[in-house]
C-alpha cells in the first residue's frame, strides 16, 4: 500500500513519516520532548524527491517539525493536528474511532437537502461536540445532509474557515479530529449525510509554508488570493497527489458523505487531464471500493456545464454544482436590489428560466460582466444542481452581514422558502434560516500579523465598491464582530420564528412525500410566468400525480386568470392562512378545473395544489397575458 503523507500511527509505538520537499536538499524529524529537547532525526530520500522515516516510540500525540537544511523548521504540511496553531509544532495523531456507523453507506444524491452551517458561530461553544445535541432538532426540520463550511487549521480563533493553512488538520479550536469524528459519527446515527467544503483554489496567507517544501505555487496565473496552486506545471503531479489524499482523507478517516469545492474557477489547469477530473475519479473509485455513496459537489461562477458533464460528452464527471443564478433572481424579486452582479438580474422571467433549466445566463450579454456568460444547462439533470435562497457567501460578503430576514418581509420569507423547496433541484438552507435568524453573519479573522490585517480590511472595502451598500463595515479582526454572527436559537419559542419553522418543515415534509416533488426532473416540470401580475405557476407531475405550485410576488391583490390543467385538485399547503401567520386565506380548498381558473391572490403568496390520487393529465401550453409561454387557453369551474 502507498504510504501516505504526513505522520502516520502504525501502531507498537512506531510512526512514519513522509514528506515531498524538493526544494531540500535535506529533512529531518525534529521531536518535542517534554522539556523541548531535540530529537532530530534524518529522512531519508525517496523517489520523486519525497522524504521518509519510520520512527520507534513516537506515539500519538507526540509533537514534531520538519528541518530543512539542518536550519529552518516548519509544521508538516500535511499535519493532521495543529494542537499550538499554524505555527506550531505539528502532532501525530490516533485515527482509530468507535465509529458506530458500520451500516451506513450514505444517501442518494436526490435526496440530500443540505443544511450548511459554520462550526465557530453555529453555538455559543463553538465546537463539533457542541453540534451534536442539535442534530436531532435538525432532523426533525426534515434535512438529510450537514455541510461543514471548512475545518482546515487557520490562524486563531474566529475565521470562515478560507484562510486554512494545513489542508489535512482539523481546526484545534473546534475540537480537532476526534471532535470532527464523533460529529460525523453523530449524523449518521441519525440518519443524515455529513458534508465537509475544502478549499483546493488557494491556501491561507498566515502560517502558509509549502512553498517551503516545494513549488506548489505558479506565478503562471494570478487568483483573487495571490499565486494559484501548481496543477499543470512542472512538479504539478506531486501538487494534485497533496490535494487528491487530502479529498480522500475526509472521505476515509472521517467518513464524510461528500465534498463541496470551493470556488473551482480559480483553480487553473490546462492539461488534457484535468485535476478537477482526476479529483473526481478518485473520490468515486474510493466510494466504489467502501460501497459508499460519496459525492463531489463544485462551485464555480463560470455557469460552466463541463463540470457535470460526463467525460464522454466532455466534462468532468463531477456530481453536482452550486447555481448562484437561481439565487441572484430569486434575491432580487425579494429585495428589489439591483447593484452589483444585481445588476443582470431582473423579473419573474429569470426565475423561471432558472426552475426550468438551470442557469439564467447561457451566453447573452451580461450587462454586469460586460461581456457573453455562460451556456445552456438544459441538458444537466436537475439533481446536479444545488439552489438556495441564502448561503454564508451570499449573506457573509455583503457589507453589513444582513439575512434575508432583514431584508425582505415575512412573507417574502415563506416565498424564498417555497421557491427553494419546491424547486426540482436540491435544496440547500444556511444555518439560522429556517427561523428567520436575525444576527447578521459577519466576514471575521484573527490574523496575528497587522499589516495582512490592514489589507483584509482594506479588501473589504474595495470589494463593496460595485454595490450601493451603505454603512460602517464592522472590523474583521474585532471579536466583537465575530460573536455578533453567533446564532440565537432562543428566538426559535417566538411567534414568527416558531411559525416560520414549523412551515419550513411542513414545506420538506410535502416535498420528501409528494413523489411528483421528490422526484427531481426537468422534463417533468414547466414554469410559467404572468409578469404583469407578478405571479409564477410551477407545475410538476410523475406518474398518478401533478402538483400546481402559485407564487405571488407582488405587493398587492390581484385576481389571475391561471393555467391549471383540467382535473381535481386539492390545496396542500397556503402561506396566507393564520397558522403561517397570513393575512388569511379565502382561497378555495378545492378545485374541479374543466375551464378557466381564476384566483384571487394576497400579496407576497405561495399556494400549493395537488391533484387528487391517480390523475395524471399533463399541462398544456398556455398563453397568458405577460407569459412566454404558447397554446390555448385553459377554461374551468372552482369549487370549495
Known amino acids: 500500500m502507498k504510504p501516505k503523507l504526513g505522520a502516520t500511527y502504525l501502531g507498537n509505538g512506531r510512526s512514519q513519516f513522509l514528506v515531498w520537499a524538493p526544494n531540500a536538499k535535506s529533512v529531518e524529524v525534529r521531536l518535542l520532548g517534554p522539556s523541548q529537547a531535540e530529537a532530530k532525526q534524518l529522512m531519508q530520500p525517496v523517489e520523486r524527491e519525497y522524504y521518509s522515516l519510520v520512527l520507534e516510540g513516537v506515539k500519538p500525540g507526540a509533537l514534531y517539525y520538519y528541518r530543512i537544511d539542518g536550519e529552518k523548521e516548519f509544521p508538516d504540511p500535511a499535519s493532521r493536528f495543529q494542537p499550538r496553531g499554524v505555527h506550531g509544532p505539528s502532532q501525530v495523531t490516533d485515527p482509530d474511532h468507535e465509529w458506530n456507523d458500520h451500516n451506513w453507506a450514505g444517501l442518494p444524491l436526490r435526496d440530500y437537502i443540505i443544511y450548511e452551517l459554520h462550526v465557530g458561530t453555529f453555538t455559543r461553544q463553538g465546537t463539533f461536540e457542541a453540534i451534536i445535541p442539535h442534530l436531532d432538532e435538525l432532523q426533525a426540520l426534515g434535512v438529510t445532509a450537514i455541510e461543514l463550511m471548512p475545518v482546515a487549521q487557520f490562524p486563531g480563533t474566529r475565521n470562515w474557515g478560507y484562510d486554512g493553512a494545513y489542508p489535512f488538520a482539523v481546526q484545534d479550536s473546534y475540537g480537532g479530529p476526534a471532535g470532527l469524528r464523533r460529529f460525523v459519527d453523530g449524523c449518521h446515527q441519525r440518519g443524515l449525510a455529513a458534508v465537509l467544503d475544502v478549499v483546493y483554489n488557494h491556501l491561507g496567507p498566515e502560517g502558509n509554508y509549502l512553498a517551503e517544501f516545494g513549488p506548489y505555487f505558479t506565478r503562471k496565473y494570478r487568483t483573487p488570493w495571490g499565486e494559484a496552486i501548481n496543477f499543470d506545471g512542472p512538479h504539478s503531479d506531486e501538487v494534485r497527489r497533496f490535494f487528491i489524499e487530502n479529498a480522500l482523507s475526509w472521505i476515509t478517516e472521517f467518513h464524510f458523505d461528500a465534498l463541496r469545492l ?184 484573527s490574523h496575528g ?154 400579496p407576497e403568496i405561495l399556494v400549493v395544489y395537488a391533484t387528487m390520487s391517480g390523475q395524471t393529465s399533463r399541462s398544456k401550453e398556455v398563453r397568458l397575458s405577460g407569459t412566454e409561454e404558447q397554446g390555448n387557453p385553459i377554461t374551468g369551474t372552482l369549487s370549495s
Open 262 to 445: 470551493d470556488a473551482v474557477h480559480a483553480i487553473f489547469d490546462q492539461t488534457a487531464y484535468p485535476f478537477l477530473q482526476e479529483l473526481g475519479n478518485a473520490v468515486h473509485r474510493e466510494a466504489d471500493e467502501l460501497n459508499r455513496q460519496v459525492y463531489v459537489i463544485a462551485e464555480s461562477s463560470l455557469n460552466d456545464t463541463r463540470l457535470v458533464q460526463p467525460v464522454e460528452l466532455g466534462g468532468y464527471s463531477l456530481d453536482a454544482q452550486w447555481n448562484d443564478d437561481f439565487h441572484h433572481s430569486l434575491h432580487t424579486l425579494l429585495t428589489h436590489e439591483r447593484s452589483g452582479y444585481y445588476e443582470d438580474f431582473n423579473g419573474l422571467h429569470d426565475l423561471r428560466k432558472a426552475l426550468a433549466e438551470g442557469y439564467v445566463y447561457t451566453g447573452q450579454y451580461s450587462p454586469y460582466r460586460r461581456r457573453r456568460h455562460g451556456e445552456v444547462s438544459c441538458q444537466v439533470p436537475a439533481h446536479k444542481f444545488v439552489v438556495y435562497a441564502q448561503t454564508h457567501d451570499q449573506v457573509g460578503n455583503r457589507r453589513l452581514g444582513e439575512r434575508l430576514s432583514q431584508l425582505a418581509s415575512f412573507d417574502g420569507l415563506k416565498l424564498a422558502a417555497g421557491a427553494v423547496l419546491l424547486a426540482p433541484y436540491v435544496p440547500l438552507l444556511f444555518m439560522g434560516e429556517e427561523y428567520g435568524e436575525t444576527a447578521p453573519f459577519l466576514y471575521f479573522i
Open 449 to 602: 500579523d497587522p499589516e495582512l490585517v490592514e489589507a483584509v480590511r482594506r479588501g473589504r472595502g474595495l470589494e463593496f465598491a460595485a454595490f450601493s451598500w451603505q454603512g460602517e463595515i464592522p472590523d474583521p479582526q474585532a471579536g466583537e464582530t465575530f460573536e455578533r454572527s453567533k446564532l440565537n436559537p432562543s428566538l426559535r419559542g417566538a411567534e414568527k420564528h416558531r411559525a416560520l419553522v414549523d412551515f419550513y418543515t411542513e414545506l420538506i415534509r410535502i416535498r420528501r412525500t409528494t413523489p411528483a416533488l421528490a422526484f427531481l426532473s426537468k422534463e417533468h416540470l414547466q414554469a410559467i410566468t404572468l409578469e404583469k401580475q407578478g405571479v409564477l405557476c410551477l407545475h410538476r407531475w410523475t406518474e398518478g400525480e401533478q402538483v400546481f405550485s402559485v407564487f405571488h410576488f407582488g405587493s398587492s391583490e390581484t385576481s389571475v386568470e391561471l393555467p391549471f390543467p383540467a382535473g381535481h385538485w386539492h390545496k396542500i399547503l397556503d402561506s396566507s392562512e393564520t397558522r403561517w401567520l397570513g393575512r388569511g386565506s379565502s382561497l378555495p380548498s378545492k378545485l374541479n378545473v374543466i375551464g378557466d381558473v381564476v384566483l384571487t391572490l394576497s
